[in-house]
């Protein structure tokens, strides 16, 4: 039986009349290679079949994860906090050892570059990555949603942690809060719990573009004929946590901030003999407490494996199309929940 002959690199560079390293590299957008002759690789690629050879790629796979891995250039971690470190802060340090991890296995570095260091520009900023021969950026939540990032990105693979960022839409590697607000729900409910409240500070809810309170409003019951106990606020306290608690009554709170169990104290109920607590989202925070294990070092992991695999297909600039990649948490039983 005959087979059809597979169009390889070489049959390409042939029709082109151009060197196959010259095709390899166009056919991974590298900037090298002018965008005319990248296209124009591009077309003939289409025109003549050509697909890469699958069992090709896994042995190239298969011998990378096998050789000792040297470092193969640096990774950017770009922050733009007012301070230096003022992105030190819950999911986003669990990011970094996640993503430091994961770029050492992978022969990669992962320098901290703060990029409002003063006197930076964009244009230099681009310079400067380019000297440190950074091959790719990854981009933590910045301090306020809908952000706007200016940079030469056509230098660069990108990838952002969370909705922060408004402009360049980039790929994203995110926890599935949507899921763990779902899970949370799903275990009061199981539990006996049928009034359900959800506490969050205003600027958490927009740095995840509102997908808790998607979820939340999402599982309340069709029926439901008084507004779902939902506190959003910019400035939360205590007073206007004990305001709300007492106009809702709520039997079971959810919350993304540790101090909000604190503030139930403080109006004399016993957790969980008189009210259910369940974080949100639990960063370090103690074993106690009943609620969604985010796997933020694995997220950051993720964003690495992503960001590699972009090198690796020479795929730089701002995507056409963007994609988001959801890591799902754990649950935790913890003791701040019972069955009623």
Request: glycine fraction near 6%.
């Amino acid at each position: 039986m005959k087979t059809e002959k597979r169009t390889t690199l070489r049959d390409l560079a042939a029709e082109l009349k151009i060197h196959h390293s010259t095709v390899s590299r166009a056919l991974k957008n590298d900037l090298r290679i002018t965008s005319a002759l990248r296209q124009q690789v591009k077309d003939a690629a289409v025109r003549l079949g050509y697909k890469p050879d699958p069992m090709l790629s896994a042995l190239m796979a298969y011998r990378s994860s096998n050789q000792a891995q040297q470092n193969k250039g640096a990774l950017a971690w770009l922050t733009k906090y007012p301070t230096r470190n003022g992105w030190r802060e819950f999911q986003n340090i669990d990011y970094f050892k996640g993503a430091a991890r994961r770029a050492g296995e992978l022969g990669y570095s992962l320098d901290e570059i703060w990029m409002r260091e003063p006197g930076i520009t964009p244009s230099r900023l681009t310079q400067i990555l380019l000297s440190r021969n950074v091959q790719g950026l990854l981009i933590p939540p910045l301090p306020r949603a809908r952000a706007r990032l200016k940079l030469d990105w056509d230098h660069f693979a990108a990838v952002s942690f969370g909705s922060t960022i408004f402009w360049p839409q980039l790929h994203t590697v995110d926890s599935d809060h949507f899921h763990a607000m779902a899970t949370i729900l799903r275990k009061v409910k199981k539990m006996g719990y049928s009034h359900p409240g959800f506490v969050c500070l205003a600027r958490t809810h927009e740095a995840i573009d509102r997908t808790w309170t998607a979820a939340f409003l999402a599982f309340q019951p069709s029926n439901r004929k008084k507004s779902a106990p939902l506190l959003v606020d910019r400035s939360l306290n205590f007073e206007s946590f004990r305001i709300w608690f007492d106009k809702n009554k709520p039997d079971v709170v959810i919350s993304h901030l540790e101090v909000v169990a604190d503030w139930i104290k403080k109006l004399g109920l016993k957790i969980p003999k008189d009210i259910g607590f369940a974080l949100a989202a639990k960063h370090n925070f103690p074993a106690r407490f009943s609620g969604v294990d985010e796997c933020s070092e694995r997220v950051g992991e993720a964003g690495v494996e992503l960001l590699v695999k972009m090198i690796h297909d020479g795929a730089k600039g701002i995507p056409a199309n963007r994609s988001s990649t959801l890591i799902q948490g754990e649950w935790i039983e913890g003791k701040t929940l019972r069955k009623l």
